[in-house]
C-alpha cells in the first residue's frame, strides 16, 4: 500500500522557509518529490526560485496553495499578513494529517511576533499544534545523532518553569519520552532526568526542588520499569549522554536543553512534538530574516526533519 506523502508547511513567508524547501526539492530524485506535498503559497516559492535558479519545475509540485491579500511580501521584513499565512499553512496540514491524507508535517520557521500581531497568540509551533489538535500536553523534543532532549517547559519564564517541574508533570515528560523512543525502536530507552538546581540543590542547599518534586518522579517511573536515572546535575548529564550513557535526557527547562543541542548538532537537530495524534517534527532554527531572500540559507537542517519524518511514517506504518 502507498504510503501517504510528508507534508512541509512553508513557515513564514518572509523568512527562509520559501528558500529551503525549494532547495531540498530541488535536490531530490522525482520519485522522492512525488511523496512530499507543500502547504505554503506558490508566489513565495517562485520567488525563491527567482534567486536560487535551481531549475526546479514548480508547476509540478503537490501544493496546497493558500493566498496572501496585497503584494507579495517582503523577505525579512516582519507582516501580519506573513503570520496569518503562517497560521493558515499550519491549519490546512493537521486538517490533513487528522484525516490521514499526510503521514507526517514537517516545520519550516515562524516568526512568533508575526503570528501574534495577526491574532494568533501561541508560543509557537508546539502550543498552536497542541491548540489545533485539542490536546491538553505535548512536549518538545530536540534529536540528534548523540544527544537527544526531552523538555518539561519550553517557552515559559524561567520562574514559571521552575514552577512547572511538578512531580507529576516530570513523570509525564519521562513516560512520554519513554514511549516515542520505544516506537522508534530502542524497547527499553536510557533516560537520565537533569535536575533544576545547581548540583541537583546540594542536599537543601541551593533549594529543595530535585529531592521533593524531581526524585519522586523519578522513582515512580522506575517503578513502572522504565529505565532512568536522576536527578543528575546539569553540568555533567548532558555530556554524560552525548559519550553514551543515556539515549535521551529531560530537561526541565528551555534553555537547559536547548544550549547543548545547539552546541553540538545545531545544524542537524531536529524538533520533534511528543504526544499529538499527529507526527510533527522540524527544524531547530528560526526564520533568519537577516538573510532570508539571498539564497544563502542552508537546507540541511530540513533535511534532517525530513529524514526523520520518514522514520515516524515508516513506524506507524508498521
Known amino acids: 500500500m502507498t504510503s501517504p506523502p510528508i507534508g512541509i508547511t512553508m513557515g513564514d513567508p518572509a523568512g527562509v522557509g520559501p528558500e529551503i524547501i525549494v532547495k531540498s526539492l ?49 523577505f525579512g521584513k516582519l507582516d ?13 496540514a493537521v486538517r490533513d494529517a ?9 516545520t519550516a520557521p515562524i516568526n512568533k511576533a508575526a503570528l501574534n500581531d495577526a491574532g494568533h497568540h501561541h508560543d509557537g509551533h508546539t502550543g498552536l499544534l497542541a491548540h489545533l489538535t485539542g490536546t491538553k500536553t505535548c512536549h518538545m523534543l530536540l534529536a540528534s545523532a548523540r544527544l537527544s532532549v526531552i523538555h518539561n517547559s519550553t517557552h515559559v519564564s524561567l520562574r514559571d518553569a521552575i514552577s512547572r517541574a ?3 508533570r516530570v513523570l509525564a515528560t519521562i513516560r512520554a519520552g519513554h514511549r516515542h523512543f520505544a516506537r522508534l525502536g530502542t524497547p ?22 530535585d529531592d521533593d518534586q524531581i526524585a519522586p518522579a ?14 543528575i546535575s546539569a553540568d ?26 545547539k552546541l553540538v548538532a545545531f545544524d542537524s537537530a531536529v524538533n520533534v512534538s511528543v504526544g499529538l495524534p ?9 526564520t533568519a530574516f537577516d538573510i532570508a531572500g539571498r539564497g544563502i540559507a542552508d537546507n540541511g537542517n530540513l533535511d534532517h526533519a525530513l529524514a526523520y519524518a520518514a522514520r515516524l511514517t515508516g513506524q506507524r506504518r508498521a
Do not use: W
Open 98 to 106: 487528522l484525516e490521514g491524507r499526510i503521514g507526517c508535517i514537517v
Open 26 to 74: 530541488a535536490a531530490m530524485d522525482g520519485a522522492a518529490r512525488d511523496g512530499i506535498r507543500v502547504y505554503g503559497n506558490r508566489d513565495s516559492l517562485a520567488a525563491a526560485e527567482a534567486v536560487l535558479k535551481t531549475g526546479l519545475n514548480l508547476a509540478a509540485l503537490d501544493v496546497v496553495h493558500v493566498d496572501i491579500p496585497g503584494a507579495l511580501p517582503a
Open 188 to 209: 527499553a530507552p536510557r533516560i537520565a532526568v537533569a535536575g533544576i538546581n545547581p548540583h541537583c540543590g546540594e542536599g537543601g542547599l541551593f533549594g529543595t526542588e
Open 166 to 168: 511538578t512531580t507529576d
Open 218 to 231: 523519578v522513582a515512580a517511573a522506575r517503578a513502572e520499569g522504565i529505565d532512568v536515572q536522576g536527578p
Open 80 to 92: 501580519p499578513r506573513c503570520g496569518e499565512a503562517s497560521y493558515q499553512f499550519i491549519a490546512a
Open 278 to 286: 499527529i507526527d510533527r517534527c522540524s527544524v531547530d532554527h528560526g
Open 236 to 261: 555533567t548529564v548532558f555530556h554524560r549522554a552525548y559519550t553514551g550513557a543515556f539515549d535521551l535526557v529531560v530537561a526541565q527547562y528551555h534553555d537547559q536543553g536547548h544550549i547543548p543541542i
